[in-house]
Nanobody
Framework: QVQLVQSGGGLVQPGGSLTLSCAAS????????IGWFRQAPGKEREGISC????????YYADSVKGRFTISRDNAKNTGYLQMNSLTPEDPAVYYC?????????????????????WGQGTQVTISS
């Protein structure tokens, strides 16, 4: 069964950190670019980061640049999103996704239509 299984969300204080994981099963994640999206209540799903499959090139939305770090461990068939300095603007359901034939760099803004396999989503809540 082809799927992405997410873990690592939860409740954190402002300024805190969380790491989200995205484990692939049923397929090789190193054949795909990995994207991270988030969706807050009443808002559209936003592409916030992406990492290429070939050379590890990355893209970050301005809203997370300098605070979030995307990475991948192909040996573990897993992608990660390290989130630091979390603010009250960051709460959302976070989704990972796998997409073919994508190159993630500063000129590419992740679109949901470019990604065919999605994780189940994980809630990130910021509260003091």
């Amino acid at each position: 069964q082809v799927q992405l299984v997410q873990s690592g969300g939860g409740l954190v204080q402002p300024g805190g950190s969380l790491t989200l994981s995205c484990a692939a099963s049923g397929f090789r994640l190193d054949y795909y670019a990995i994207g991270w999206f988030r969706q807050a209540p009443g808002k559209e799903r936003e592409g916030i980061s992406c990492i290429s499959r070939v050379d590890g090139a990355t893209y970050y939305a301005d809203s997370v640049k300098g605070r979030f770090t995307i990475s991948r461990d192909n040996a573990k068939n897993t992608g990660y999103l390290q989130m630091n300095s979390l603010t009250p603007e960051d709460p959302a359901v976070y989704y990972c996704a796998a997409g073919e034939a994508l190159y993630c760099d500063g000129d590419y803004s992740p679109s949901t239509t470019d990604f065919g396999t999605w994780g189940q989503g994980t809630q990130v809540t910021i509260s003091s």
